[in-house]
């Protein structure tokens, strides 16, 4: 079935579903939607909906996980293999906390428990899940070319070739920040937090007399060390009140997702284990995988302290800011215990030597 709402411009959604009175009441749902037009299109099994999607022109498809053809988390599975380029968004009578933590971590963008679902959160869930895609395909797309321009140049003189590197690095450096840009306006709370981590890991990495190479892969790297959370609905980003476990574990899911979203892309540097590991603790009470010591990369460990460093010493929508000195203290006290030696005595020096000072936001 198609829902009515135009012929051009639409927002092409792909529902898989059995049951006819829930395909009914999602294009109703979307029938109704002010802020965006959806035409949808609705098949009962798997291997119906993976044939559609192989025509093409499908952006977004609403998943139920049990279907005539295929069950659970195998559902979700087989769609991203077979159909990695379209956003996904899980719509499911499974009302399972961890299912829902396993869903997000494999490719869907949200999930929604049938008979839960509010209007304004499923469209603004579809929105924000083709944001995301969109993304994605720029930042390769982005790459893709500034490869095919270097490959190029290497056959030009010398200077000549100097200048393009540093065009390609300016396009590179545009689509990191449009990255940033792109989470940053999800989380308005946060705004700079990435571009300040940035300039702080690069400062680390400068004091330690890390190579020139490993300075620049952590100033990327810190430039867009949050960008799985765009995968987190904007409302828990920005809750001033305490967060669920629930919301907690969604959120600590944005490492895997942000590795995700970078894993395939060459960059010159190893940007989407640093992502990964931004969390991780020497201790081994990190996360998302709970390394510790020399299983975690340098250059994540100077992320991690640039990060709960700008983190304390900015405000939060839970907490005013606590302060540099509150900061350095942290990261004092767990010196070896839960941050890099070398890390934080570098991170401290440029504080209280160098009188080193968080950009502005």
């Known amino acids: 079935m198609k829902s009515q709402m135009g012929r051009s411009k639409n927002i092409q959604v792909l529902l898989i579903e059995d049951n006819p009175l829930d395909a009914r009441v999602v294009q109703e749902m979307l029938a109704k939607a002010k802020s965006a037009s959806f035409d949808l299109e609705c098949v009962d099994r798997l291997s119906t909906g993976l044939k559609r999607l192989a025509k093409g022109g499908i952006d977004l498809v ?21 159909a990695p380029q379209v956003s996904v968004v899980v719509m499911t009578s499974l009302a399972d906390e ?34 995301r895609k969109q993304v994605e395909q720029k930042l390769q797309e982005a790459y893709d070319e500034a490869t095919k321009y270097e490959i190029a140049e290497r056959m030009r003189a010398e200077q000549k070739h100097k200048q393009r590197i540093e065009n390609l690095r300016t396009t590179m450096e545009g689509s990191i920040n449009a990255i940033a840009l792109t989470v940053e306006t999800r989380d308005p709370y946060t705004a700079g937090h990435q571009r300040r981590v940035a300039d702080l890991a690069r400062s680390i990495a400068t004091e330690m007399n890390l190579s020139h190479q490993a300075i620049e892969g952590i100033r990327i790297s810190g430039a867009i060390h949050d960008v799985g959370k765009i995968s987190i609905p904007a409302e828990i980003l920005s809750k001033p009140g305490q967060l669920s476990e629930n919301e907690i574990r969604m959120i600590r899911t944005h490492p895997q997702v942000g590795y995700d979203i970078l894993k395939t892309i060459d960059f010159p540097w190893p940007v989407a284990e640093m992502v990964l590991q931004h969390h991780e603790r020497i201790d081994g009470s990190g996360y998302p995988a709970g390394l510790s010591g020399k299983d975690i990369k340098k250059e994540a460990k100077v992320l991690a302290v640039a990060d709960i460093v700008e983190a304390m010493a900015s405000h939060r929508p839970y907490r005013p800011a606590l302060g540099i000195n509150k900061a350095l203290e942290e990261i004092s006290k767990n010196r070896d215990v839960l941050y890099d030696a070398g890390v934080v005595d570098a991170c401290l020096k440029l504080f209280t030597k160098k009188e080193y000072m968080l950009p502005a936001i």
């Open 62 to 82: 609403l998943l139920d996980l049990f279907l005539p053809d295929s069950q659970g988390l195998d559902t979700l599975s087989k769609l991203c293999a077979q």
């Open 98 to 131: 961890m299912t829902a933590i396993k869903a997000v971590r494999e490719g869907a963008q949200d999930y929604f428990v049938k008979g839960q679902v509010e209007r304004y959160r499923l469209v603004k869930s579809i929105l924000y899940a083709i944001e």
